[in-house]
Nanobody
Framework: QVQLVESGGGLVQAGGSLRLSCAAS????????MGWYRQAPGKQRELVAV???????NYGDSVKGRFTISRDNAENSVTLQMNSLKPEDTAVYYC??????????WGQGTQVTVSS
């Protein structure tokens, strides 16, 4: 089984930056991709960014050009650098581990709040 521990998040003003980190432990050999999703109140959970073990990335349309995902395979960790934050980026952000397209674990979630 895989365990995910998230760190980062918090409160920032619009235009600011935050960094989220997620460390995986346990059966990390089973992970083929890691990523971040977010869920705002009253909205469905949506993709923010995902990165494969080979470094291929995919971003949600609303964050392209502002967010950058990176992965350290040796440390089994993934980082999301968020720049030019907007109030609409406010949400709970969840780390996700996937095995060949199937979600195998979620983090506990970390709150990101962007004030206008």
């Amino acid at each position: 089984q895989v365990q995910l521990v998230e760190s980062g998040g918090g409160l920032v003003q619009a235009g600011g930056s935050l960094r989220l980190s997620c460390a995986a432990s346990g059966s990390t050999f089973s992970i083929s991709a890691m990523g971040w999703y977010r869920q705002a109140p009253g909205k469905q959970r949506e993709l923010v960014a995902v990165i494969s073990s080979r470094g291929s990335t995919n971003y949600g349309d609303s964050v392209k050009g502002r967010f950058t995902i990176s992965r350290d395979n040796a440390e089994n960790s993934v980082t999301l650098q968020m720049n030019s934050l907007k109030p609409e980026d406010t949400a709970v952000y969840y780390c996700n581990a996937r095995q060949y397209g199937v979600s195998i674990q979620w983090g506990q979630g970390t709150q990101v709040t962007v004030s206008s």
